[in-house]
């Protein structure tokens, strides 16, 4: 059961990015590959408020919020909204994230850093296995972000226009929901939820330069996994993507964990192109 509780924080981790994408994705139609990195920042700024600055914990979190937040605004502004093809716009996003791979390097090294957590570090036993207070914590956030998003995406004015603008964006804007105004909105508060969730990533993967790019693929595949788009789905997808990868790291070794998690999204993507929530759009032609 301990490879069990550890599998699922791993993934609750792939869900916190995954997450990030979809809430992208929905409002913009477009892919942020800098959300992995943004996180990263998120946690070299969660660990110099915490260890260098000695910071309260609160004010750690709205400070790394604030910061990601930023970044994430600048990026919409800089990297999206003049680029007009989607194609061209996964390029620019890609420019953006090898930046935030360079800066952190530049400013706080590539050596790895611990982030301290604000809660209890020592493991207890759970259900016949042995886990860490983070581990857990990381679960809850994870499962706690998607039933309240989704939850929000279906009963407020501002998740409904969402909704509108992936379904048909162009009747959307017809309709007079402004597309650009909630793209910019969507950005900074995946910057947000980014920044803040680093305090419980950062004591997990610690703060590390190379963080970003790990993080970003995986979080790729259990958004594939689950479906473009569906928050339940990057759920299942990012905890089967952790279990998947701590399982085989212990059974067969960790140099045979990627090659287990593609294998499984080949696999699921050939009964389920779409993802296990996602769904095919039909066109007329």
Do not use: C
Not at 32 to 55: E, I, P, S
Not at 57 to 70: C, D, F, M, R, S
Not at 101 to 120: C, D
Not at 234 to 241: D, I, N, P, S
């Amino acid at each position: 059961m301990t490879i069990v509780w550890s599998g699922l924080a791993l993934g609750a981790v792939y869900v916190l990015v995954a997450i990030g994408y979809n809430i992208v994705f929905v409002s913009a139609n477009t892919f942020n590959f800098a959300h992995a990195q943004l996180m990263m920042v998120g946690t070299f700024v969660a660990y110099t408020g915490l260890v260098t600055l000695k910071l309260p914990v609160l004010v750690v979190a709205l400070l790394a919020g604030v910061v990601v937040t930023i970044l994430a605004g600048l990026e919409e502004l800089v990297a999206i909204r003049p680029v007009a093809d989607h194609q061209n716009q996964l390029v620019t996003t890609l420019g953006v994230a090898t930046l935030l791979n360079g800066a952190t390097q530049l400013i706080w090294g590539t050596e790895p850093l611990t982030v301290p957590f604000a809660g209890a570090g020592e493991p207890f036993t759970l259900l016949g296995g042995r886990t860490y207070p983070v581990e857990l914590a990381l679960l809850v956030a994870a499962v706690v972000l998607v039933v309240v998003l989704s939850r929000l995406s279906r009963s407020t004015s501002t998740g409904l226009a969402l909704l509108a603008i992936s379904e048909d964006r162009e009747a959307a804007v017809l309709r007079g929901v402004d597309a650009r105004r909630l793209a910019f909105a969507a950005f900074a508060f995946s910057g947000a939820v980014a920044g803040v969730t680093a305090l419980l990533v950062g004591p997990k993967t610690f703060a590390v330069a190379t963080l970003g790019a790990a993080l970003a693929l995986k979080g790729f595949v259990a958004l594939a996994i689950g479906g473009f788009g569906s928050l339940p789905g990057a759920l299942v997808g990012g905890l089967t993507v952790g279990l998947v990868e701590s399982f085989t790291a212990l059974y067969a070794g960790a140099q045979y964990s990627n090659v287990a998690v593609f294998a499984v999204l080949i696999v699921i993507l050939m009964v389920r192109p779409a993802g296990l929530f996602g769904s095919v759009k039909e066109r007329v032609v």
